[in-house]
């Protein structure tokens, strides 16, 4: 097998899958209130298309971690059916999926059962006229009830996604820790990247991750003696917890933009309608939907993704003076 490699030594195995770029919430530092200018339909990749790149993806170039987001991957009607295609490849992929929780409640034992190994819930705020204000939406319920259906389904750990903005939650970070501790989550703080629609995103304005550590100090965070690998978060142990299967609590933070890990890197990224992202922050993109719909043969498609990302630098370079934010938000790339 000839692996998806770059010219610095990496190699991708973590695929990141947009199955949509339609969103249920409009939080404000991702999207504008009215929404953005959907996919067309025709552009976006069938469910078959999608089983047929993640097949590729797994047993061509040696994929061993899916994991399906968006826009909000719950809206994508044959999630289901994606999940149980994945599930069915040799060897079988760990199968991983981002959602804001809405609508968890009624598909987490049919995902579990489909094969789903795990979840990662998105929820910046426990305040009900915070998360209003902040997403533009009163759906809070909703996602608090996905967490416990996630978890009694057996998706574990299931991990919470917050970003903490100035001015906005920036306090929350220990109640939010408080919370997932009671309930077994695993609580992770990502720092906020310059990927919203609106490009409003502002480096002075973010949250960073040595901020996000002090705020946590009353918890006595401890070095975590599991090393990092590849993952984007670095985590540290929560003194005197356990989570819900009894190993030590664990907090992380994704310091994206202070801590880059592009050096660890092992990902690729494949959108909604199809095109290979090397990168987050990539600015060119790679269009396998066309060589698909074009009579591409798998070899083809296996030989332009190695190709796709060959090309991969070796840094996100936010902090470079001619770093320029891509023209696709976060919710249509898949974050
Ligand atoms: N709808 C799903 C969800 O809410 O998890 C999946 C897509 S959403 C874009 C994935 C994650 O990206 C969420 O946790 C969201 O908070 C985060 N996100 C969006 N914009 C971001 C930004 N500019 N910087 C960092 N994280 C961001």
Redesign the pocket.
Known sequence: MTVLADRFGRVATDLRVSLTDR?NLR?T??MPAEGLAWLPREEQLTDDEVNRLVRIGVELLGITEVRF?????LLRRGLVGIIQAAAALTPRPRLMV???GIGLERMAVPLREAGLDRI?V?L?TLDAERFQALTRRDRLADVLVGLEAAASAGLTPVKI?T?LMRGINEDEAPALLRFALRYGYQQRF?E??P??AQHQ?DRHEMVTAEEILASLAPFGLQADPVSRGTAPAETWLVPGHLDAAGEPARVGVIGSVTRPFCGDCDRTRLTADGQVRNCLFATEESDLRKLMRGGASDDDLAEAWRVAMRGKRAGHGIDDPSFLQPARP??AIG?
């Open positions: 969103c939080c530092y991702c987001t968006g826009g909000e991957p981002t959602t804001n990662n998105s910046d996604n970003v990502i906020q990247m990927l919203d995103w976060m919710s974050g």
